[in-house]
């Protein structure tokens, strides 16, 4: 009888003993992911913490720098420093780094590090990495911006046409873009090829304020350079074309935006393509000496030579010099296309240094 009672509770056992096994095998890998949770969730605030203090740095050092150089050195120690406390060993797959300017006052810095899961993954829908990701903005006073007058000026005395030049400040804000002068303010003229030129050298080029960058207007008046009432004269054909520039805060690189008009009695303004009749020429020289033709040792085209007309790319950063060179008409209306009709050269803006840029973070 007890034989009869005791190999049932044997029985039992062992399948009790196989049915924990079961449950445990199917609970390991739920442990072993929630296990995995909290040392992957440690990892996690540990980066955005170092993250965090990085992209703090690198904010303020370069929101804060005058010179491009500065800037770029600032990114490359934020790189180090994530390199030196992150890395990318067993546990990252290595990070990025980005800074970029909103607008003139508002600078913004981006580092992401891809996370690899340790034993997260072995839950139920979970991935073998995450992205562990912060984001700093810096706000501060907007650069001003300063240009000299003219080191160079050039404005063919032989030409039919009257051709004057303006130089103005320009803002791509959409609320001065609404406004009548359409974001270009304190227009002032330079140069001339009136008979005799014009003496413009009491007129000082304007300061440009925040979010501004020094602009340049070209005025024509077609078959007028002989007859000076007619260079103000909108009954006269005339054209106006603005370059509208603005200057990348970070690279210091000017882009221009080239508005073109008929101009009519009124005056009334008619908009002219400038993709396909382009009327300017402009080349980044890295010093005065480069501002020269090719045939006197320089890097500009040389005159009366028909080509493309070349853009600048280059950054025209303070101690570097801007040419300008312009055909008084565009290509279909019998331009030479040789660009050197009005030769300006002036130097890169300079930003005029405040005694306390108000840096903040903002995010």
Known sequence: MRDCVVAPLRSFARAEAGNVVFIFGLSLPLLLGAGGLVIDYGNAVRIRAVESSVADATALLVANADTVAAAT???????????SRIGSGSTTNGFQINGSWIDGANYRVTISTTLRTSLLH????MPRQITVGTATTVNRVAPVYQTSPPTFSQLSPEAADYNRIYMYCYSSDPKRQSEADKGRRGIVAIADNGTPPTDYSKNAPPTCGANEAPSYMLHNVRNARSNKSLWDNTNQETYEYYTDTAIDTGLRVQSTSM???RVYSGPTYSSIS???????????CDNLSQCKNKSDGGILPNSHTTHNPVTATASCSEGKYMYYGWEDRPPNAGSDMDYDDIRVIVSCPVIVKVADKKLRIVE
């Open 274 to 284: 400038m993709v396909s009749n382009p009327v300017l020429e402009t080349i980044v």
């Open 259 to 261: 508005k073109g008009y």
């Open 122 to 125: 072995l839950l139920p829908g």
């Open 73 to 83: 050195e600032g990114l490359r120690l934020a790189s180090a420093q994530l390199t």
